[in-house]
């Protein structure tokens, strides 16, 4: 089938690349987001999905808006039969999802209707789900709410984190899309209404919502620190400076919240219910190191975070 490929950041291109090598179908042209300023000079740099689609000489379309009026007449131009769609970034309006016949194909890491939204995988680990995975669905107006084609299960790791569990369904989601995009070229595909019950919504996570609180049991801050690596990274204040927490699990044991005991391989710190043991940390202004490192660098009381 004759593709049209939209998406942006690296999840996005390995998808795109397990399709260009995998699969016989014809990508004729890729959606991403415009350039975005990077580094310290602030110079516009493509997308990891267009820098790989210039590489393979694919066409790159770079639009401010999805409904660009340019875009969309070239769009009708292409006629793609199906348009695949990972993390592209952007709302696409109803006169550009009409014009592939079998509609746009979006990737989306949980099981649907379960954590609807931009951060599916964070919010499992938060959650404590057991399980999450990955689902190909036809896009309709309303937020990852149309009809699945196919989902895959699996088990969330005790100590996985996001960027662990991505990794894991990456792949898992470029094999069940390439799958889809057979059976719709082979005509045998259906897509099932996703059930009304069941609904949550997985916004991103933000900086605030990343401060570990010591007023909360350790089991909880431990899923915190899971969910916001790699980003934006579970933090809290030591000395007046932020300080991040990179890797932790929960830990038996009793300290007053906030407050520092240093370890031999590692550092307990008091919570409602339990203790945080950190493994690796940030301080502010320095690389990640292993926690017992910090602590005994500094050589006395630690004191607490706050």
Sequence with gaps: ???????????????????????????????????????????PVPSPVARLALDHGIEVHRPERAGDPQFLRRLRELAPEAC????????????????????????????????????????????????????????VAAMDAGPVFADRAVEIGPAETSGMLLERLTPLGAGLLAETLDRLAAGTAV????????????????????????????????????????SPMAWTTYAGERFRV????????????????PGRREVLVGTAEGVLRLLEVQPQGRRPMPAAAWANGLRGDLGSFA
């Design 1 to 43: 089938m004759r593709l049209l490929f939209a998406g942006t950041p690296v999840v996005a291109a390995h998808t795109l690349s397990y399709l260009l090598e995998h699969t016989g179908h014809e990508v004729v042209a890729v959606l991403t987001r415009p350039d975005a300023p990077q580094g310290r000079s602030k110079r």
């Design 84 to 139: 695949p769609v990972i993390a592209y970034g952007a709302l696409l309006p109803q006169p550009v999802l009409d014009v592939p016949a079998h509609g746009w194909l979006n990737v989306h890491y949980s099981l649907l209707p379960r954590w609807r939204g931009a951060a599916p995988v964070q919010r499992a680990i938060l959650a404590g789900d057991g399980r999450t995975g990955v689902t190909v669905f036809r896009l």
């Design 191 to 230: 897509a099932t209404e996703q059930p009304g019950d069941g609904v949550t919504v997985a916004p991103k996570l933000t900086v605030a919502e990343a401060r570990l609180d010591w007023g909360r049991p350790a089991a909880e801050l431990a899923r915190l620190v899971r969910a916001c690596n790699p």
């Design 246 to 261: 990179l890797l932790a699990e929960a830990g038996d044991g009793g300290l007053p919240a906030g407050v520092i005991l």
